[in-house]
């Protein structure tokens, strides 16, 4: 019986939608053991349904530009959602229900736009790429990356707009020793830590003829931690000293933009025209350090003695970070810039201690992904 009711609303909804720019969404819940007693709320485009256990439904709408459909099924502590590329005046008929990983939904029939689904396989690369550099003074470069996966959520928010999250983390280490003409090597060390959240807000496009419209807002916070530490021991005939620095900044960071685009389609997915960016990164940075002198002496006529001295911490407030800039482009070449593709990377760089050169090591680690 419900099979019969779902394709008598299939057949009545196809003939109002066909010659429209229109799509058809059905909605299908067998009947299971599973989940059964529980409803599963079905969301999109601003409307909400639910369904029970073996009922179904069927909803007429008018079909959104970028033509990219978002479907989030929710039922108890499980989620689900499915990226719909719509083609005008198509039904769709989708199968939602509980498995063994929880809520699922399944297209079961109608087409979608291959062109608009293939193009994110077409624009990211999940494979690592490599580099190896050797430079003229024996120092080696190394660089590797890959896209992260979540390039798939940037390519949706480009077609779709809304507000999406972005996350950026970094490391790094390095190493460094050199001599000093009369004096024992000296040693030092240093690295960093930084996570940098920001939120994306995107108005895209409207196509239409004549003179089209969008508009991005970023908002965001930054930490990093810089450490810097180093250690000589000076050698006499009496006495040696041994002398430690360490040295830590924090940096925190805002992260405020506005971009304005105005311009018009030269196809549905080529917009082109001006757009007027608007930057601002004030910043708190914070210092504090302290330095440790200690002599011993080899005879008893000079005593020895250790110095601490600490630094007494500091900051400093810089209002400055303002930036303005009118860029000739089209859309997809400036969002690229503002929201860069999410990556995986790993970098490591050694120069040998070869003639006046120390010896350097330095190692990177970072990562930026995107959130919905």
């Known amino acids: 019986m419900n099979k019969l009711l779902l394709a008598m609303l299939l057949l009545v909804s196809s003939i109002i939608a066909r ?59 499980y989620k689900a959602s499915y990226s719909l590329h719509a083609i005008p005046g198509e039904v769709y008929s989708f199968e939602v229900g509980y498995g063994f990983k929880g809520v699922y939904i399944n297209l079961i029939s ?25 430079g003229q003074d024996g120092s080696l470069k190394f660089d590797a990356e890959k896209i992260h996966s979540s390039e798939e959520i940037r390519q949706e928010w480009l077609r779709k707009g809304g507000t999406i999250g972005y996350v950026s ?11 000093l003409e009369g004096l024992d090597p000296m040693n030092g060390y240093g690295g960093g830590l930084s996570y940098h959240y920001s939120w994306l807000n995107l108005k895209i496009p409207e196509y239409k003829p004549g003179l089209s419209t969008w508009r991005s807002f970023v908002g965001g916070l930054g930490f990093d931690a810089l450490i810097y530490s180093t250690k000589m021991t000076i050698e006499e005939d009496l ?30 997915d080529h917009w082109v025209g001006v757009a007027i960016i608007a ?50 482009s089209n859309y997809y070449a400036t969002m690229s810039k503002l929201a860069p593709k999410p990556m995986l990377k790993v970098s490591a760089f050694v120069i040998p201690p070869v003639g006046d050169y120390p010896l350097f090591i330095s190692i990177g680690l970072g990562l930026s992904i995107y959130k919905r």
Do not use: C
Request: proline share 5%.
């Open 19 to 77: 010659g429209q720019d229109n799509i058809t969404i059905a909605l299908e819940r067998p009947s299971k053991l599973t989940g059964s007693a529980g409803k599963i709320f079905v969301s999109f485009e601003g409307q909400e349904v639910s369904l029970r256990n073996g009922s179904s439904t069927s909803i007429n709408l008018p079909l959104p530009h970028p033509r990219v459909i978002e479907i989030k099924v929710k039922g108890q502590l």
């Open 110 to 134: 109608g087409n979608e736009d291959l062109i608009a689904t293939s193009k994110i396989a077409d624009d990211a690369n999940y494979d690592w790429k490599s580099n190896l550099k050797r």
């Open 169 to 179: 983390l970094g490391a790094v280490a390095s190493y460094f020793s050199m001599d």
């Open 239 to 268: 006495f040696s000293m041994k002398i430690n620095n360490f040295n830590l900044t924090y940096i925190i960071t805002a992260n405020i933009g506005l971009t304005l685009g105005l311009g018009k389609f030269r196809a549905e």
């Open 279 to 328: 930057k601002y990164r004030p910043s708190l940075n914070l210092f504090m350090g302290t330095s440790t002198i200690e002599t011993i002496s080899s005879t008893p006529y000079l005593p020895s003695s250790t110095t601490t001295t600490n630094i007494d911490p500091t900051s400093s407030f810089n209002l400055g970070g303002v930036g303005f800039d009118i860029e000739f």
